[in-house]
């Protein structure tokens, strides 16, 4: 991978991440939907900054990812990208006080070692 190829990827995996903890915050602010709210909710989707924030992220993030496809193999490309989910799993416990259970710990080391051995060039 040269290196615009990886900045390309590290720009689709940190707006995907920001577009993950926007849209984390915005639902917070939204409040847990049910039956008789859905459509008041879906609604109110466009009045919480946080939303349009992570939305606005996530088509940045989808933007660099189609330019990084243009250079790099999708059999490469997807699995990278696949470190939003280890991104995504550190701003729930630093930010959000989430807990991380041992066996979701030993998922992540799993990702991550499997996208080394896909990047890895001999």
């Known amino acids: 991978m040269t290196p615009q190829e990886f900045g390309l ?17 915005g639902a917070l602010k939204l409040g847990q939907v049910n039956t008789s709210n859905w459509l008041s909710h879906i609604l109110n ?5 946080e939303l349009l924030a992570g939305l ?9 990812y189609i330019l990084l496809l243009t250079r790099v193999k999708l059999s ?3 699995p990278s990208v696949a470190l939003v989910y280890v991104f995504s799993v550190l701003i729930g416990y630093f930010v959000f006080r989430e807990t991380v259970p041992l066996r979701r710990i030993f998922g992540l080391a799993l990702i991550i070692c499997g996208v080394i051995f896909v ?3 001999e």
Do not use: D, E, N
Not at 10 to 22: D, E, K, M, P, T
Not at 45 to 49: E, V
Not at 58 to 64: D, F, P
């Open 45 to 49: 989707i466009i009045t919480i900054p």
């Open 119 to 121: 990047v890895w060039k």
């Open 56 to 64: 606005t992220a996530y088509g940045m993030g989808a933007i660099a």
């Open 76 to 78: 490469v490309a997807a």
């Open 9 to 25: 990827l590290l720009v689709s995996i940190a707006a995907s991440v920001a577009g993950q903890f926007f849209l984390r915050a």
